[in-house]
């Protein structure tokens, strides 16, 4: 039996390059929920808020902060997902 990221990635990779990005984008969502789930769980008192933002451009996100819990004094798993065109000086700054 092949694993599932093995699975995941055979059929990613037979996708065109805008669906390719549209699953990764679920992908690493799914991941996000995965993580503030079992730290939820870690901690044990505290849950995380949810701040989405969305720009014309396409651009979007969601930061998910915890604080004040148990284990957890603060903490935050962000995932940002930034359209448009990567200007040269833009690349040199990252």
Do not use: H, N
């Not at 915890?66 to 284990?71: F, H």
């Not at 004094?73 to 833009?90: A, D, I, Y």
């Amino acid at each position: 039996m092949k694993p599932a990221s093995l699975i995941l990635l055979q059929v990613v990779t037979s996708l065109s390059t805008t669906a390719r990005f549209a699953a990764f984008k679920d992908y690493l969502a799914a991941q996000q929920s995965t993580m503030i789930a079992e730290l939820e769980e870690l901690d044990g008192a505290a849950v995380f808020g949810r701040d989405e933002w969305r720009r014309d451009d396409g651009s979007r996100g969601v930061t998910r902060v915890i604080q004040d819990g148990a284990l957890i004094e603060k903490g935050c798993v962000s995932t940002s997902f930034v359209s448009g065109e990567l200007t040269p000086q833009r690349a040199v700054a990252m």
